[in-house]
């Protein structure tokens, strides 16, 4: 049961920046949390600050225990075109091109027309038929694509990304697709990435044709742009009306058409994967935020998954039926994801009982948040800020350091586990900080669910509480896989050991896929370590383990 939906504490508490999507709003109300008011609550009384735009620095700075945020800093490495390509070029660089072959060949304009005029001028001169699509850098919903195959056709006015069109797409009745991927990153030091079950299918509501490059209804599966076609409400083979699927569905029509797609959702992972590992060394560690991304996945007529863009903020807008089914259980999981506590809900009643006074982001010498200095512990009796405790400067958001120096005063994830209502709760916390001589705080741990999901089969936990939960909600855990790839993703990423792990599960499922191989397989000869990794993608995940006994 999550922590606001007991029946002994008071509801947890959210606050929407304006323009943030009323389905987040809907569900949070369901489960019965409150919403933040600036004239009824005080500053910083809030459990989760949700907004589709990026958080200031002073957001990350300020951030208290109880506190969660849906942003990560800095995540505009993977989330604007001209970054990625950037990341992507030089991680195939620097790994070859075997490992990062998942994205089409793409240039920066301006900067690199003339590297873009010398392989178009090549391409034309050998007679190969070529297509490209321009995209601005830092637009999204389709705003500003067109495609061309002659150079003549070309013009910009801003930064724009020229990219190799996949010009041989995967067809359902004649109509071109890709797949919305959700996932959920909880943190960047060590790498935790989710992927989610449900996804949407997304398609051009006209058929495609390489004949009209102009048609945009023809190429571009953006919903913001196909809903005002002529041909969304009327009904198209297979396709129906509208211009959505769930994943679900989508799953049944490659069942119905006899494709093995084991395979391809693991391509799919690695793709997310190597994507995320690209920017990972480059954002800062800040505890208790996480990222909702949205990756576009085409696929071709070879079952060759290819990565379009990774999406910030993607839309949670309620257009159609299908968007109902996979958003309002998308959101559910993330706050599930976000792993509060009933200590959380006491907000600043419980950081005032245990004497914490410090926010909890160890940059600079901070004061404590101003509603806390007005607060009153007796009589006319006010906290001094000269009695506070702050923590030494830090330049970076690097959490593994600092928390090696914080005390926890907060109850730890076993004392919590068994509470039985706010008052022990209190009564813990209490004793616990009279046995410290420490003020500072940890922040309590995200990567521990404290409750068991419906859907998952036991919901698998390793003894060792450190690792991520195998599954919350429709939630996969897709990396870390294996104790070699959870070592590897702490403190500073090893990207080399983690491309070649990643490349080594791939060539051994590849080889388990099939019914002979998979036949031979005896599960007395699997060795199973802290790791039950799911395979993400199948209606019901298996355990990576069933394939290879090495993974």
């Known amino acids: 049961m999550a922590a606001g939906e007991h029946e002994n504490v008071s509801p947890l508490v959210f606050r929407l920046h304006e323009g943030s999507p009323p389905v987040v709003r809907e569900v949070l109300l369901e489960r019965g949390w409150e919403e933040y ?15 589709t735009s990026a958080f200031r620095n002073s957001d990350y700075e300020n951030i208290l225990p109880w506190q969660r945020m849906n942003h990560h800093p800095k995540t505009i490495h993977i989330t604007r075109k001209d970054c990625l390509t950037r990341h992507l070029r030089r991680m195939k660089s620097a790994y070859g091109t075997s490992a990062y072959d ?9 900067n690199e027309y003339t590297k873009f005029l010398g392989v178009y001028t090549r391409n034309r001169t050998s007679g190969k038929s070529q297509y490209w699509i321009c995209k601005p850098v830092d637009l999204s919903r389709g705003r500003g694509i067109f495609l061309f195959d002659d150079i003549k056709d070309l013009a910009y006015d801003s930064p724009v990304i020229v990219q190799k069109y996949i010009s041989d797409p995967l067809l359902i009745s004649g109509y071109k697709f890709d797949l919305r991927i959700y996932v959920c990153v909880k943190s960047f030091s060590p790498l935790v990435i989710y992927m989610h079950q449900e996804g949407l299918v ?9 004949a009209s490059l102009d048609n945009l209804y023809s190429h571009l599966t953006n919903t913001s742009i196909n809903k005002f076609g002529l041909c969304y409400t009327a009904y198209k083979e297979q396709v129906g009306r509208g211009c959505k699927w769930t994943m679900s569905k989508f799953r049944c029509f490659l069942h119905n058409q006899g494709v093995n797609d084991l395979l391809l959702w693991n391509k799919i992972s690695n793709i997310v994967t190597l994507t995320l590992l690209t920017a990972a060394p480059s954002i800062p560690s800040s505890p208790n935020c996480l990222e909702l991304l949205g990756f576009d996945i085409l696929i071709d007529t070879s079952f060759k998954p290819w990565l379009l863009e990774v999406n910030y903020s ?25 792993n509060y506590k009933m200590i959380d809900s006491f907000r600043h009643k419980g950081y005032l009982r245990t004497r914490y006074m410090r926010p909890c982001c160890p940059r600079h010498y901070l004061r404590p948040p101003a509603f806390l200095l007005h607060k009153t512990t007796g009589p006319n009796k006010s906290i001094s800020s000269n009695s506070i405790r702050v923590c030494p400067r830090k330049e970076t958001y690097n959490t593994h350091t600092y928390h090696k120096q914080l005390v926890d005063v907060f109850l730890n994830d076993e004392e919590i586990d068994n509470e039985e209502s706010d008052l022990t709760a209190l009564s813990q916390v209490r004793q616990t900080s009279r046995k410290l001589a ?19 089969p ?69 060795v199973r370590d802290r790791f039950e990794a799911l395979l993400w993608g199948p209606k019901n995940p298996p355990l990576l383990s069933e394939f290879s006994s090495e993974c």
């Not at 998942?102 to 301006?110: E, G």
């Not at 997304?202 to 390489?210: A, H, M, N, P, V």
Request: aromatic share 8%; proline share 7%; charged share 30%.
């Open 438 to 456: 420490s003020t500072a705080c940890k922040l309590p741990s995200l990567h521990v669910q404290n409750h068991k999901s419906p859907t998952a």
């Open 314 to 338: 993607p839309a949670l807008s309620l257009d159609c039926p299908a968007d109902v089914t996979v958003k309002k259980g998308l959101i559910n999981d993330i706050i599930d994801l976000m």
């Open 458 to 526: 036991s919901n698998r936990q390793s003894k060792d509480r450190c690792i991520p939960p195998f599954r919350v909600g429709d939630f996969i855990l897709t990396f870390p896989f294996n104790e070699v790839t959870w070592k590897a993703s702490r403190d500073e990423v090893d990207v080399k050991t983690v491309v070649h792990e990643v490349h080594k599960l791939t060539s051994r499922l590849a080889s388990s896929f099939s019914d002979k191989e998979r036949t031979k397989m005896d599960k007395r000869d699997v």
């Open 202 to 210: 997304r398609f051009g509501t006209e058929k495609y044709s390489l």
């Open 102 to 110: 998942f994205s089409p060949p793409a240039f920066i304009l301006p």
């Open 37 to 51: 008011d600036e004239q009824e609550h005080e500053e910083g009384d809030w459990n989760l600050y949700w907004r």
